[in-house]
Nanobody, 122 residues
Framework: QVRLVESGGGLVQAGGSLRLSCAAS????????MGWYRQAPGKQRELVAGTTSGGSTNYADSVKGRYTISRDNAEKMVYLQMNSLKPEDTAVYYC????????????????WGQGTQVTVSS
């Protein structure tokens, strides 16, 4: 019913920048929270940055001041601008969204993208 498709990952040198994008499509009435998570090899998936439908944002301490999350509600997009990248930022980055399908069903459902690899070389 819903797809989240990430793009923008790749290989970058330490100190460089990347911008991730995530597009939501399908049967969507509204989107509540959207966020980016990451999972490095051998580690648990962790929240990197989140944003509410009202525009509030939150960040993991490890990325504060370097990453910026933004969203375009009309286009059903969420972005993650990543600056001053470090080798420890290397991970698969996943988009997440809480999506309501119809006006008649007030529930929000949790969706994930397939992930995009970000590799930062030293």
């Amino acid at each position: 019913q819903v797809r989240l498709v990430e793009s923008g990952g790749g290989l970058v040198q330490a100190g460089g920048s990347l911008r991730l994008s995530c597009a939501a499509s399908g049967i969507i009435f509204s989107i509540d929270a959207m966020g980016w998570y990451r999972q490095a090899p051998g580690k648990q998936r962790e929240l990197v940055a989140g944003t509410t439908s009202g525009g509030s944002t939150n960040y993991a301490d490890s990325v504060k001041g370097r990453y910026t999350i933004s969203r375009d509600n009309a286009e059903k997009m969420v972005y993650l601008q990543m600056n001053s990248l470090k080798p420890e930022d290397t991970a698969v980055y996943y988009c997440n969204a809480q999506i309501r399908h119809t006006r008649s069903d007030p529930r929000y459902y949790d969706y994930w993208g397939q992930g995009t690899q970000v590799t930062v070389s030293s």
